[in-house]
């Protein structure tokens, strides 16, 4: 029997069967995946578990793929958690963790949806994928489909990390640099996918990328032997880490694997770029484009999430909220981390801990309370960003 029972629309909850290539739903909702995880539970346990691979591919029975042979695994996933004792005797955080995803393939948790999305794809007899990307996206897609055999055609703004735009130029991708943000590239995707044959790929415009994300969530409850912290931070770009992991833990309850305590689900977002915040601060259900949005954190600069709705239903749920911090404070943090920790962060993850600073100072978060950091990306890959604290001359 497949594990997936079928597609669900995230808006209007029309099914669709697996196994198909889909996009977005007709009435513009993200499809969810859906298992059997009745029939799952029953020959899947957590003590099972300890014999999985050392990857994501550990969670196989929660993942959409048919055919071992379609995988296209570059070692992603199973990233260490790791304390840290020094930072949170620096911010008055007696239980904190970061969660290192910089060590992925490419150096950032993109590799996790990429790996399943590429898979599918392969399974699914796709030749040519597209993607509209912040920078980490497309290494990732660049690098799976190299490995598969797959065409991918990559979108990005101009003014990427270096890093990015190397590593698919390298990974054999054909890129376009496009002058302006990663809302225009998905529109030059939309445009042309059709006769040029492409596969969109885009977050949440197809349904495995973010079944690849959700193994964040699976992983820190097994880290964590199966009870969840009591705070997430996530940086929040298209918010599909945070909408995963969500997803992730409502699996595992109905495996039995956890109980329903959920974590208070913290949206991280850049100052210069905050449509969650925003629609959270006003209690909105959708988040309004952020204009002219601008920051170091290249990932953060999303200005209008596909997922808004799904954010912030989560974030609410968990009774968690949502935080802007600037440009200055995020590379104050990334070096914070780093110094104290020997983790060298991307800006995106390094954006966590001022905010993590401030939901302390203003007690929404108890000294006491397990906090896990996200860290989406290695610090390694923004050297141009970083570069601005060390000058040479
Ligand atoms: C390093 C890094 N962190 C976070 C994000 C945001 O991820 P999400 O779309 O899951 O919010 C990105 C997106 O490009 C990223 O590259
Ligand atoms: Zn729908």
């Not at 691979?53 to 570059?74: A, C, G, I, M, T």
């Not at 104290?340 to 993850?349: S, V, Y």
Request: proline residues 5%; charged residues 20%.
């Amino acid at each position: 029997m497949p594990n997936v029972s079928h597609l669900e629309c995230s808006l209007c909850a029309r099914h669709f069967a697996g196994n198909q290539i889909h996009n977005l739903c007709p009435c513009g909702g993200a499809l969810l995946v859906r298992y059997h995880l009745d029939a799952i539970r029953q020959l899947w346990n957590r003590d099972s578990l300890a014999e999985g691979k050392p990857d994501l591919w550990r969670y196989w029975p929660v993942l959409p793929v048919n055919r071992r042979e379609s995988v296209v695994s570059l070692g992603e996933g199973m990233t260490p958690l790791i304390e840290t004792k020094r930072l949170g005797a620096a911010v008055g955080a007696r239980d904190l963790w970061v969660k290192d995803e910089g060590l992925n393939p490419t150096g950032s948790f993109k590799a996790r949806g990429m790996t399943v999305a590429i898979s599918m794809a392969r399974e699914l007899g796709i030749t040519k994928i597209a993607v509209p990307s912040a920078g980490n996206a497309a290494s990732a897609a660049a690098a799976y489909s190299a490995a598969a055999g797959i065409e991918a055609y990559i979108f990005m703004p101009r003014d990427v990390p270096q890093a990015n735009f190397i590593e698919c130029k390298a990974l054999g991708a054909h890129v376009t640099l496009v002058d302006g943000l990663i809302s225009d590239c998905a529109r030059m995707v939309a445009e042309r996918k059709d006769q040029e044959g492409w596969f969109d790929v885009s977050t949440l415009k197809e349904p495995y990328r973010i079944e690849g994300k959700k193994t964040m969530g699976y992983e820190v409850a097994e880290q964590f032997d199966w009870r969840l912290p009591d705070a997430i931070f996530y940086p929040t770009g298209g918010g599909v880490g945070l909408i995963g992991m969500w997803k992730a833990f409502d699996e595992l309850e109905a495996l039995g694997w956890i109980d329903s305590k959920r974590p208070k689900m913290i949206v991280v977002q850049a100052a210069g770029c905050q449509p969650i915040v925003r629609a959270f601060k006003h209690g909105e259900q959708r988040a309004e484009f952020w204009e002219n949005a601008s920051t170091v954190a290249a990932g953060l600069r999303v200005p209008k999430p596909l997922g808004d709705s799904l954010i912030l239903k989560a974030v609410g749920a968990s009774g968690g909220t949502a935080v802007a911090v600037d440009d200055e404070e995020i590379l104050d943090g990334g070096i914070q981390l780093a110094s104290l920790e020997g983790i060298f962060a991307a800006p995106e993850g390094a954006a966590c801990i001022p905010a993590l600073r401030k939901l302390l100072s203003s007690g929404f978060l108890k000294p006491h309370e397990r906090i896990v950091i996200y860290n989406t990306g290695a610090g390694l890959k923004y050297l141009e960003t970083y570069a601005k604290r060390y000058p040479r001359a």
